[in-house]
């Protein structure tokens, strides 16, 4: 689904769409630190240097499930 079709589902699920699905694949900040279990200042030291990626509509932020779990995977240090 088209990204712009993504974020009006979530803001306005009156279009027909599944909306508890898409806000599952679309996260707040708040929502990210709680799944994640960081901090505020370490999300926002994140955002910060782009490590992970975000969409800024207005005000609000919101991060793509599939954009943090590739950002985890990135992170994952595999021992032999």
């Known amino acids: 689904m088209p990204l712009v079709k993504e974020v009006a589902v979530y803001f306005f699920p009156c279009f027909g769409y599944d909306s508890a699905r898409m806000k599952r694949e679309l996260m707040t900040k708040a929502e990210l630190m709680d799944y ?3 901090s505020k200042r370490t999300l926002d030291k994140l955002m910060k240097t782009g490590d992970l990626p975000y969409i ?7 991060f793509k499930r599939e954009d943090v779990d590739a950002f985890l995977e990135t992170k994952r240090i595999v021992v032999k």
Request: hydrophobic share 60%.
């Open 36 to 38: 994640l279990r960081i």
């Open 56 to 62: 800024k509509l207005a005000r609000r932020v919101l």
